[in-house]
């Protein structure tokens, strides 16, 4: 099992940078790919990014590839995801969630196990 504490959220101006990290617990952490998805009020979460176990593929959603990017570090179990020019419409309570598909970069909510409690990320115009 896998408990996942995320931070690193905030309030920005457009243009500016976060940097979101997940903390998990568990001694089989090297077993899952991990991924960062979010939702905003009123609509349904979105998958944001996603990474292998070994950290070697990686998969981003058409939203913010090019300006996210996700790593991870197994030996300190940790997930990060670097947002640089961020956009009001990347508002939203951003969440770190593990599956254990864990060759996998699956985009879909449904395949992850575990789910942290949210870190809310604010872009203002």
């Known amino acids: 099992q896998v408990q996942l504490v995320e931070s690193g959220g905030g309030l920005v101006q457009a243009g500016g940078s976060l940097r979101l990290s997940c903390a998990a617990s568990?001694?089989?952490?090297?077993?899952?790919?991990m991924g960062w998805f979010r939702q905003a009020p009123g609509k349904e979460r979105e998958f944001v990014a996603s990474i292998r176990r070994s950290g070697g593929s990686k998969r981003y959603g058409d939203s913010v590839n090019g300006r996210f990017t996700i790593s991870r570090d197994n030996a300190e179990k940790m997930v990060y995801l670097q947002m640089n020019s961020l956009k009001p419409e990347d508002t939203a309570v951003y969440y770190c969630?593990?599956?254990?598909?864990?060759?996998?970069?699956?985009?879909?909510?449904?395949?992850?196990?575990?789910w942290g409690q949210g870190t809310q990320v604010t872009v203002s115009s």
């Open positions: 969630a593990a599956t254990s598909l864990r060759d996998s970069t699956t985009p879909r909510l449904s395949d992850y196990n575990y």
């Open positions: 568990g001694r089989t952490f090297n077993n899952y790919a």
